[in-house]
């Protein structure tokens, strides 16, 4: 049994919002600034980096792993457990927030080497990352 199934819910219009549904029994969209996953879809017993700010400042970071997740009065709830610390924690986020930042984010490993990957690039344009292929091939000058 899901969270979700204690919290009942529109699921036609939040599902043409596009903005939160379940897919099967394990994994659900969620279209949320603070959920920066691929392809929106989050998965439960999955493992995730979930960084928690305060104003504008990295107050914490962990690695998590997602138990479930639920949608209740206009707001979506991510029910983790901190792998290294071993506590459960519950987020929420408000869908009609007005606050212009996130107070957490959750990424996947895809998704957060990307943005990794593109931040160096723009901090060392000369720097050129090569495929899998090329790991063992050095260049000399």
Same mark, same amino acid.
């Not at 600034?33 to 970071?61: A, H, R």
């Not at 138990?67 to 924690?89: K, Q």
């Given at each position: 049994? !899901? ?16 903005? @939160?549904? $379940? ?9 949320? #600034? ?56 519950? !987020?929420?986020? $408000?869908?009609?927030?007005?606050? #212009? !930042? ?10 957060? !080497? ?6 160096? /690039?723009?901090?060392? #344009?000369?720097?050129? @990352? ?6 063992? /091939?050095?260049?000399? /000058?």
């Amino acid at each position: 049994m !899901r969270l979700q199934d204690f919290f009942p819910y529109d699921i036609v219009i939040l599902g043409l919002l596009h903005v @939160y549904h $379940g897919i099967g029994m394990d994994s659900f969209f969620i279209n949320q #600034p603070c959920i920066m996953v691929k392809d929106s879809i989050v998965t439960t017993g999955e493992t995730y980096f979930l960084f928690s700010y305060d104003g504008n400042q990295l107050s914490t970071s962990s690695i998590v792993k997602l138990i479930d997740t639920f949608y209740y009065n206009d707001h979506i709830y991510l029910l983790l457990t901190d792998l290294l610390a071993g506590e459960i924690l519950l !987020r929420n986020h $408000g869908l009609n927030n007005v606050q #212009p !930042r996130c107070q957490w984010k959750l990424f996947d490993v895809d998704t957060l !080497r990307e943005i990794l990957f593109a931040k160096d /690039e723009l901090k060392y #344009p000369e720097r050129t @990352y090569h495929n899998n292929d090329d790991l063992l /091939e050095l260049d000399y /000058e």
